[in-house]
């Protein structure tokens, strides 16, 4: 089992930054890929980019060049720095951790404001 908890959203003006957190407990020696996903009110999930245990990298195309996954592997410890927010990106922030299946977090909320 593992469990996932989101930190760090908040409240931000068009063109600021924040950086979001997610730390695993549990068998985290099993996590192979984690991510970060977003859903927007009546809008489906949407992946927004993944991060393998090697420090492999994929980003969906509406956040390239502005958002940055990274992870601590001894920290147990994913995040998304997200630059030049705009406010289509105000959504639900899930961070998710595969390990023989998805585990989900409760979700934490950006608002991007014009």
């Known amino acids: 089992q593992v469990q996932v908890v989101e930190s760090g959203g908040g409240l931000v003006q068009a063109g600021g930054s924040l950086r979001l957190s997610c730390a695993a407990s549990?068998?985290?020696?099993?996590?192979?890929?984690s991510g970060w996903s977003r859903q927007a009110p009546g809008k489906p999930r949407e992946l927004v980019a993944t991060?393998?245990?090697?420090?492999?990298?994929n980003y969906a195309d509406s956040v390239k060049g502005r958002f940055t996954i990274s992870r601590d592997n001894a920290k147990n410890t994913v995040y998304l720095q997200m630059n030049s927010l705009k406010p289509e990106d105000t959504a639900v922030y899930y961070c998710?951790?595969?390990?023989?299946?998805?585990?989900w977090g409760q979700g934490t909320q950006v608002t991007v404001s014009s």
């Open positions: 549990g068998s985290t020696f099993s996590i192979t890929t």
């Open positions: 998710s951790a595969f390990a023989a299946r998805n585990y």
């Open positions: 991060i393998t245990k090697g420090g492999f990298a």
